[in-house]
T-cell receptor, first 115, second 115 residues
Framework: ETGVTQSPTHLIKTRGQQVTLRCSSQSGHNTVSWYQQALGQGPQFIFQYYREEENGRGNFPPRFSGLQFPNYSSELNVNALELDDSALYLC??????????????FGPGTRLTVT | AQTVTQSQPEMSVQEAETVTLSCTYDTSESNYYLFWYKQPPSRQMILVIRQEAYKQQNATENRFSVNFQKAAKSFSLKISDSQLGDTAMYFCAFMEIQGAQKLVFGQGTRLTINP
């Protein structure tokens, strides 16, 4: 069984640029959630995708957007990068049915630095 | 909105000792899930243990157990016979069952196991 993978591992961008982060969900999982983890903080929920539709959104501005593809992989796009966007971005996958439907399995994260 | 509070920013114990990490949460929901996640320096968020709010019995997973006090909205994690590999950040997380399955995390407790 393949776990959750994310790419790239690290990324450095300049303020004002745009970035795309990628996530492949665990085999069989059709729900993907994205979280932002600032240094020394707990992760904050950005949004969730279920069967290619946004299924909930946290308190993040519209310049944070996402996509989910038919194979359930997902992208997180951030436009007009700000210095405060520097963080670890975590992707988690889950499946709403099965023995543990509410468990989310996390990828290793993408460390984004905005200069 | 749900909130999760971890009042111990850092803890340190000797190998083989028992340690308890505290967590309180605030919600008006009656049915929800609670989780403890571990995040070692490798950054990967690893699920340690989960508790369904409708179950009165405390969850256990090998050396890890919880003390779930629903009325007090308390959810502590006990690690028995602590090992060097338990050194990590530990996050308490809440998930409501209705709506998007988003995790609400606490600020984390940095646990160090000393040899």
């Amino acid at each position: 069984e393949t776990g959750v993978t994310q790419s790239p591992t690290h990324l450095i961008k300049t303020r004002g640029q745009q970035v795309t982060l990628r996530c492949s969900s665990q085999s069989g999982h059709n729900t993907v959630s994205w979280y932002q983890q600032a240094l020394g903080q707990g992760p904050q929920f950005i949004f969730q995708y279920y069967r290619e539709e946004e299924n909930g959104r946290g308190n993040f501005p519209p310049r944070f957007s996402g996509l989910q593809f038919p194979n359930y992989s997902s992208e997180l796009n951030v436009n007009a990068l700000e210095l405060d966007d520097s963080a670890l971005y975590l992707c988690a996958s889950s499946h709403p049915t099965g023995p543990h439907p509410y468990e989310q399995y996390f990828g290793p994260g993408t460390r984004l630095t905005v200069t | 909105a749900q909130t999760v509070t971890q009042s111990q920013p850092e803890m340190s114990v000797q190998e083989a000792e028992t340690v308890t990490l505290s967590c309180t949460y605030d919600t008006s929901e009656s049915n929800y899930y609670l989780f403890w996640y571990k995040q070692p320096p490798s950054r990967q968020m690893i699920l340690v243990i989960r508790q369904e709010a409708y179950k009165q019995q405390n969850a256990t997973e090998n050396r890890f157990s919880v003390n779930f006090q629903k009325a007090a909205k308390s959810f502590s994690l006990k690690i028995s016979d602590s090992q060097l590999g338990d050194t990590a950040m530990y996050f308490c997380a809440f998930m409501e069952i209705q709506g998007a399955q988003k995790l609400v995390f606490g600020q984390g407790t940095r646990l160090t196991i000393n040899p």
